[in-house]
């Protein structure tokens, strides 16, 4: 994954500062709290929705356990469609191998749809080294850009900013970046849409190179298929010469038929909407219709290290359309920033440490970003277990024993031979009672729990003493 | 019927108080109950922290406790989540299917809702996320509350959410917790009810800690210790109520 976040605080000190921006709250608390209770009520109208979740599911585990097969036979469809495939092992790769095939087009600027694999592989920031200006065209992205900022959220990555903000960052960014906002700019929904439209426009109709990810790839016949609210896409898709198309292996499935489950599942996930505006499916390269040079960019980047992990390898049948997200408590107070990934909530919390590894402060603290309330696998569409992924990489954590964790180690053995040896028990129990009168308020150890909240008062008998004393 | 308690080592140690009104609260209902000494912890706060070998010894050690009992009863949503759950990974299906929460043992084993209890106060009910989600007690401790003479049962806004306890979470995301657990607690406030009852009490524990370090007027009890309480042997708090 890109090193753009490496370095990264471990995840309890970035929520911490997060927590603690009333503005950024308050943003979140809204934004989430709207967003799942119209999921909610668009997953409610259909009555064959715990259906839909086990065919998703069960497509989904179909396709990783045979992926061999079905990247061979889409490789297959999308060169006999008149397209060219990649393969990329990892972000270097595949970023070289797209500034390569925009250098040959000759173009320096290039406009992209809305897309986490490129994000993950950092493709902007490369492309930028190679002096290619790559401009975001989906408009939480352009927010995002324009402020010099990060996606805090898979499917509104301006999800941290209100209309204010994103009034100023039009008015004082736009110019630099092309056409300036009009004057007299306001903060109402229209006006930002019109000038992000106006801004835009121009740039749709100068591309000559445009990049996207894919939500599906259909094995049998070589499709791509992107959904999208705002048109954007379908402008990136059609307009220019040559098309670039960077794809995670795992958003493979079998046939078309297949999406009839995930165009049902998706659009109501994420946006709670019955079916998203914009589908666009594009199937190599047609006379006089669209790009006329299709390059698809097959990207690992870590995913065949998921795969081989039995329990983990289910976070690869993420469709990413966020729900997990907008119903989690901790993301809702610790931003998508604090996970230092372009992947956050609870999905990044099992995908990132996965596809980066455990090594880094940032990733191992990831796993433990939960109450484990299960929230995010009661509204997965593809019912991923994220919680006992969680426990599962926690496991993994544990056992190499990383920074904090050979202390944790020893106390929970400790502890755990205590509770082995019931008399022993008993006998701590009956120190503490007799000692409870010298506890100090906040006795050393207890930092993180004292610092907001008072610690329970030991009683004056503990329940196994009162038994002893009243029922035997 | 041999019927065992699991009262759990957080109850054991720091809320005895919800163990005995359990006791009463099923004696009372004719159920002779039995406390085996052995048991001591579920494992629950070492399989969530990652250390599976510490977990494992326990879990054998619990399903040891509790072997020959018809039925074990647990005033812990999150213990007999764990039990149920998570120990058939070690092939203890046995204790697992003999294990219930105790809200869920008065309505579906002992069928009844209205346990004869009498509460006089105002209260709002925090589902915790193990007997909501893992367990799905679903109203079957809305129901017993609201047989319960004399207490005025209020809607928590938001109730499904998580109130930020999570085990270890409070300690290794303190900031995180707080800011969840304030929120339960602005929602409880915003009831106006003098109680704020769960089935848990490591949730409980959690809140209290702020409702205490803010001087909020708010009660956090067990609702064994609601459901205990009769006219005859009241629940009697070591300070007034309200």
């Given amino acids: 994954m890109s090193a753009a976040f490496l370095g990264m605080p471990p995840f309890p000190r970035a929520a911490e500062e997060a927590v603690h921006n009333t503005t950024l709250r308050a943003n979140l608390r809204h934004a989430t709290h709207t967003i799942r209770a119209k999921r909610a009520k668009a997953v409610a109208e259909l009555s064959d929705w715990e259906q839909l979740r086990e065919a998703g599911r069960q497509i989904k585990d179909h396709t990783l356990r045979h992926l061999d097969r079905y990247l061979i036979q889409l490789e297959a469809a999308v060169t006999e469609a008149g397209g060219t495939v990649h393969w990329a092992a990892d972000a270097t790769e595949a970023n070289r191998i797209v500034a390569d095939l925009v250098k040959a087009t000759g173009e320096t600027e290039v406009v992209k749809v809305k897309s986490m694999a490129t994000q993950e592989i950092g493709l902007n920031e490369a492309l930028a080294a190679e002096g290619i200006t790559a401009y975001e065209t989906d408009l939480a992205e352009l927010i995002v850009q324009l402020g010099d900022d990060r996606p805090s959220h898979i499917l509104v990555p301006a999800i941290h900013r209100n209309r204010a903000e994103i009034r100023s960052l039009f008015a004082d960014e736009m110019g630099k970046w092309g056409r300036a906002a009009p004057h007299g700019l306001t903060d109402s929904p229209a006006d930002l849409a019109e000038a992000a439209r106006l801004h835009l426009r121009e740039k749709f109709l100068r591309a000559r190179v445009g990049i996207s990810g894919a939500n599906f790839m259909v094995a049998e016949t070589g499709t791509l298929v992107v959904v999208e609210s705002e048109g954007n896409g379908r402008m990136c898709l059609t307009l220019p010469r040559t098309l670039i198309s960077v794809v995670g292996i795992e958003k493979t499935v079998p046939t078309w038929r297949d999406l009839e489950v995930f165009l049902q599942t998706l659009p109501r996930s994420s946006t709670a909407e019955r079916m998203n505006p914009y589908t666009s499916l594009w199937t190599g390269t047609t006379d006089d219709d669209g790009p006329r040079d299709f390059h698809l960019i097959l990207l690992d980047n870590g995913r065949t290290d998921v795969l081989a992990d039995e329990v983990g390898r289910q976070a690869l049948r993420c469709i990413r359309c966020s729900a997990c997200l907008n119903v989690c408590p901790v993301y809702e107070r610790a931003g998508g920033h604090a996970y230092g990934s372009v992947y956050p909530g609870p999905i990044g919390a099992i995908l990132t440490p996965q596809l980066r590894g455990t090594g880094s402060a940032i990733d191992a603290s990831l796993p433990y970003a939960s109450t484990l309330c299960g929230a995010c696998y009661e509204v997965c569409p593809v019912a991923i277990d994220i919680p006992d992924v969680l426990l599962h990489l926690r496991g993994r954590i544990a056992e190499q024993g990383g920074p904090g964790h050979r202390v944790e180690r020893a106390a929970l053995a400790a502890s755990g031979w205590v509770l082995r040896h019931p008399t022993v028990l008993a006998a701590t129990e009956k120190l503490a009672a007799a000692t409870r009168g010298m506890h100090p308020r906040r006795p050393p150890g207890s930092g993180a729990w004292t610092t907001s909240r008072e610690l329970p008062d030991v009683p004056t008998q503990s329940f196994r003493d009162w038994w002893q004393e009243n029922r035997r | ?242």
């Fill in chain 2, 1 to 242: 019927m041999r019927v065992a308690l699991f009262v759990t080592c957080l109850n054991d140690a720091l809320f005895p108080a919800t163990g005995v009104a359990t006791v009463k609260l099923l004696e009372r209902l004719g159920v002779s109950v039995d406390f085996p000494a052995a048991q001591t912890c579920c494992g629950q706060p070492h399989f969530n922290t990652g250390y599976r070998g510490a977990a494992e010894k326990l879990v054998q050690h619990t399903a040891r406790a509790f072997a020959g009992y018809d039925h074990v009863v647990t005033p812990s949503g999150s213990c007999a989540a764990m039990v149920r759950e998570q120990y058939p990974r070690w092939g203890e299906t046995s204790l697992a299917s003999r294990t219930h929460e105790l809200t869920e043992f008065l309505v579906d084993v002992l069928k009844v809702t209205d346990v004869g209890a009498y509460f006089p106060y105002t209260v709002t009910y925090h589902p915790s996320c193990h007997g909501l989600r893992t367990l799905r007690l679903g109203s079957r401790p809305h129901r017993l509350l609201q047989a319960v003479k004399g207490l005025e049962l209020r809607e928590l806004p938001g109730a499904e959410e998580c109130c930020g306890f999570g085990g270890t979470f409070a300690v290794k995301n303190a900031a995180v917790s707080t800011a969840m657990g304030q929120d339960k607690i602005r929602s409880a406030l915003a009831t106006r009810a003098e109680v704020l009852c769960a089935a848990d009490n490591s949730c409980l524990m959690h809140l209290d800690g702020l409702i205490r370090r803010q001087d909020e007027p708010l009660r956090p009890l067990h609702i064994a210790e609601i459901l205990g309480s009769t006219e005859e042997d009241p629940y009697r708090p070591e300070e007034p109520i309200s």
